[in-house]
C-alpha cells in the first residue's frame, strides 16, 4: 500500500466564512511506513487525517487528489468511500474512546460492524486481537463503562482493524491516558502493522517524544500545511525547517527521559485560518524570515524522503 496526497485542500464552513484548515498538502506514505503526525493544536492534523477518511457535513472538498496503490480515492464523496472505509483505510477518530455508544456491549457493537460490512464475526480470530492488544476475551460482554481509558482505547484499536485496513489512521490515541498506558497503546499500534493487520500508519500526535519511539518517518504541520517531513531519526536529530527546530529543542531529551513533555513553549500564535497571511505561514514567528517569505516556500525535496517547506533550507 502507498498513499499519495497531492495539494489537498479541505475548509470547514463557518457563520464566519471558510476555515481553510488543510491548504494545500503534498505527502506520500510508503508501504509499510508508519508516519508520525504532529503540530500544534490547531495546526489541521485532525482534519488531514478525517479529510481521507471520511468528510463531515462541515467539510468541504476544494482541491487536491488522494490515491492508494495508484487507484484515486472518492475522499469528497462520502457515498462513494462507503466501500473504502475499514478495508482500504480506516481512523480512530481523536476523542473515540468516549463516543463508544454505552448501551451497547463490545461484542454487539463489533457485531453490528461487521455486518454492516457484510461480514460475520469470527470468534477464535477475534479473541486473538483482542489478545494481541492485552484484552481479555470477556470485555466482548462487558459494556463501555464497565471498561478503564486504556482498555476502551485497545477496543476501539481492534475495531478499527477488524478488515485489516491497508491505512490507518490514529488520531491522538494516546493523549487521554498515562503515561504507562501511552507507552503499552504506541507499542500495540506498532503491533498492529508488525501483525500485518494494517499496512501502514499515520499516527497524530501532540507529542513528538512518544510518536519517535515507533514512526519510520514525521511529518510536521504548521498552520494547514505540512512544515517538514523526513525519517523520524532525522526530524529529531537534523531538523531543517526554523518551526520543527523550535519543537524539537522544546524536547531536549527526545525519547529518553522527557517522554511526557508536549510540544509548548514556542512564542506568537499561529495565524487565523479564516484569513491566512501570503507567503509563509511562520514567518511572524520565524527567528529567520527575511522579504521572500512574503512568496509561499514550495514543500521541497532537500534529500531523498526528506522535504521542507523553507526558503532558508532549500
Ligand atoms: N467543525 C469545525 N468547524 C470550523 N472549524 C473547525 C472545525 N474543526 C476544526 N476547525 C478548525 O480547523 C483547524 C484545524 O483543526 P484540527 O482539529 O484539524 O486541528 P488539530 O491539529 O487536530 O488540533 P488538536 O491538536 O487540538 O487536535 C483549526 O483552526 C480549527 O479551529
Ligand atoms: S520560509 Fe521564511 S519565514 Fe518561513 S520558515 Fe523559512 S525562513 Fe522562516
Ligand atoms: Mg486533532
Known sequence: MSLTVTDLRVHYRTPRGEVRALDGVTFTVADGEIMGLAGESGSGKSTLGTSLVRLDGRMRHVGGTVELDGVPLPVADSAAMDRFRFRAVSVIPQYSMSALNPTRKIGKMVAE????????????ELERRLALVGLPPDVLGRYPIELS?????????????LLNPSLL?????????????????????????DEGLVTSMIMVTHDISLVYQIADTIAVMYAGRLAEKAPADVIVTAPRHPYTRLLISSLPEVG??????????????????????EGCRFRDRCPLAFDRCAERPPFAEVAPGHSVACWKAV
Not at 460492524?113 to 477464535?124: H, M
Not at 529518553?256 to 497571511?277: F, M, N
Request: net charge positive; charged share 25%.
Open 256 to 277: 529518553v527521559r522527557q517522554a511526557e513533555r508536549r510540544l509548548d513553549g514556542i512564542p506568537g500564535t499561529p495565524p487565523s485560518l479564516l484569513d491566512p497571511p
Open 113 to 124: 460492524l461487521l455486518a454492516s460490512r457484510g461480514e460475520r464475526p469470527d470468534r477464535a
Open 169 to 193: 489512521i490514529a488520531d491522538e490515541v494516546t493523549s487521554a491516558l498515562d503515561v504507562s498506558s501511552q507507552k503499552a497503546v504506541a507499542g500495540m499500534l506498532l503491533g498492529l502493522r
Open 149 to 161: 481509558g486504556g482498555m476502551k482505547q485497545r477496543v476501539v484499536m481492534v475495531v478499527s482493524t
